[in-house]
């Protein structure tokens, strides 16, 4: 059976916190399956597309798209997810075959995979006007920092993003989810310093999707029952939007010479995805194709 990704959007207090959990354990599960990802590629490849995820629910709406680059200093190299408002992502990074020694806490070490020194940036296509980038410096490479530290510097809205993936110990991923907590302007100081302790003591989402929680059991341990409302429950998934007639298109840009040589010497070409690891075989018939109808 398959497993039931789903993000639940609330209000809390009339309107003193917006908050989003999602529970992403099947979309990290397909991602580290198609990129054959090891332990700390896991994590930090499942901790972005969470929380590309939850920052596309939060900050689009309608059919507007994003796009985070993640590049820090660590093995892993960079990282690339595309992510949007109707609850789909896709992802990659550099290098999958990263393994590296738990961290001090007995964790894995994400931001030794990642590196501390670097860039996010959220390329927003809005579907009018030209695409816009805002970049922050990575504050941390464990990555809900450097997400939190993107909405304060560049959406200008004070939050708090958890993202958590537990991989086992041949690789495949356990659970991964994560939330974002949005504080409005109508929140009090009190209310603040509530929510602050709450998530000084919350455990890591992780540990609460082990446990069979869900994100409405998770919303439920970080604010009082009475004070939520749940505005949405919408599923979420790993979903790639390539295919052969893209790559096609992708084809007839190169060079006229370059095609003429790969038809002449090669005879077939094969395109394989980074997001999503497809692959796409063109006969020599498919290339000559592509050949006489570029201009």
């Not at 207090?13 to 979309?27: C, E, L, N, Q």
């Not at 590196?115 to 579907?127: F, H, S, Y």
């Not at 004070?227 to 979420?236: G, L, Q």
């Not at 084809?251 to 090669?266: G, K, S, V």
Request: glycine fraction near 8%; charge should be negative; proline fraction near 3%.
């Amino acid at each position: 059976m398959a497993h039931e990704d789903y993000m639940i959007k609330s209000i809390i207090d009339d309107g003193m916190f917006r908050a989003y959990v999602v529970d992403a354990t099947g979309i990290v599960q397909e991602a580290q399956r198609r990129h054959d990802t090891w332990s700390a590629s896991s994590a930090a490849l499942g901790r972005s597309l969470v929380g590309t995820l939850l920052l596309a629910s939060s900050v689009l709406k309608g059919n507007e798209k994003m796009t985070v680059r993640i590049q820090g200093d660590g093995p892993v190299g960079g990282i690339v997810i595309d992510g949007n408002a109707n609850g789909t992502v896709k992802g990659y990074l550099q290098d999958p075959h990263v393994h590296l020694p738990l961290n001090e806490k007995g964790k894995i070490d994400v931001a030794g995979a990642v590196g501390t020194n670097g860039m996010l940036a959220v390329t927003k296509d809005l579907t009018v006007g030209e695409p816009f980038t805002g970049q922050v410096q990575l504050v941390s490479g464990e990555l809900g920092e450097d997400f939190t530290y993107y909405l304060a510097q560049s959406e200008q809205i004070p939050s708090s993003v958890g993202l958590s993936v537990f991989v086992n110990a041949d690789n495949s991923i356990e659970v991964a989810g994560g939330f974002l907590i949005q504080v409005l302007p109508g929140a009090t100081d009190q209310a603040i310093t509530d929510l602050e302790n709450r998530l000084a003591n919350l455990p890591l989402i992780s540990q609460l999707l082990q446990e069979k929680k869900t994100p409405e059991d998770i919303l439920y341990d970080l604010f009082e029952k009475a004070s939520v409302k749940i505005v949405d429950k919408m599923p979420v998934s790993f979903k790639c939007d390539c295919s052969k007639e893209k790559f096609s298109e992708m084809l007839a840009t190169i060079d006229r010479d370059d095609m003429e040589q790969m038809i002449n010497e090669d005879h077939q070409a094969e395109i394989v995805c980074h997001f999503c690891g497809n692959k796409y075989q063109y006969d020599e018939t498919d290339l000559k194709k592509i050949l006489s109808e570029m201009k």
